[in-house]
T-cell receptor
Framework: SQQGEEDPQALSIQEGENATMNCSYK?????LQWYRQNSGRGLVHLIL?????REKHSGRLRVTLDTSKKSSSLLITASRAADTASYFC????????????????FGQGTILTVHP | NAGVMQNPRHLVRRRGQEARLRCSPM?????VYWYRQLPEEGLKFMVY????????ESGMPKERFSAEFPKEGPSILRIQQVVRGDSAAYFC???????????FGSGTRLTVV
């Protein structure tokens, strides 16, 4: 399996509920990022969490990182219909010096549908 | 700040033709990345460039594909002798430093007929 795999593949919830998406990866990372993609559009950067951080918040988003389990989760609280999109995690690998390398490795994404 | 500009948004080419995809990074960003997205899939890294340098092209097919980021002008992804399997969305992203949150363009959707 590849670096950066999201779970579940698809998630369908009602407006107001919380949505949790998970991401697992295989190798040491410098940072992990979450992106959102609306159908047929480009990706929008949501949040970046560094390997020495455990949790980060941005508005209704909460990201956790567990480097011992090589996993991350994205929580969207009080979801809205406008949150309907695909969500991708992406990892930036650490090079020998421990800094980030450049390219990101994306997972297959979670398709989130929020029903009004 | 116009963001990352990609053109064209849609490109249709017949098999065997050449496709040229352009990307102008955000002002102040010197790192450019190209990714390809097949339908219902995540993005796959193709190439990472800085001005006049290819830093990492490990994701580029060995034949028919090339990329450049000249001193002046946009980055260009060039696909020669396109085949149907090249049909995909090609996204460009830029960043001010390596692998900190990218800014993505809206993509070029290439259709090979």
């Amino acid at each position: 399996s590849q670096q950066g795999e999201e779970d579940p593949q698809a998630l369908s919830i009602q407006e107001g509920e919380n949505a949790t998406m998970n991401c697992s990866y295989k190798t040491s990372i410098n940072n992990l990022q979450w992106y959102r993609q609306n159908s047929g559009r480009g990706l929008v950067h949501l949040i970046l969490i560094r390997s020495n951080e455990r949790e980060k918040h941005s508005g209704r988003l909460r990201v956790t990182l567990d480097t011992s389990k090589k996993s991350s989760s994205l929580l969207i609280t009080a979801s809205r219909a406008a949150d309907t999109a695909s969500y991708f995690c992406a990892t930036a690998l650490a090079n020998a010096g421990g800094t980030s390398y450049g390219k990101l490795t994306f997972g297959q994404g979670t398709i989130l549908t929020v029903h009004p | 700040n116009a963001g990352v500009m990609q053109n064209p948004r849609h490109l249709v080419r017949r098999r065997g033709q050449e496709a040229r995809l352009r990307c102008s990074p955000m002002k102040g960003h010197s790192h450019v990345y190209w990714y390809r997205q097949l339908p219902e899939e995540g993005l796959k890294f193709m190439v990472y460039l800085q001005k006049e340098n290819i830093i990492d092209e490990s994701g580029m097919p060995k034949e028919r594909f090339s990329a450049e980021f000249p001193k002046e002008g946009p980055s260009i992804l060039r696909i020669q002798q396109v085949v149907r399997g090249d049909s995909a969305a090609y996204f460009c992203a830029s960043s001010p430093r390596t692998a900190n949150g990218y800014t993505f363009g809206s993509g070029t959707r290439l259709t090979v007929v």
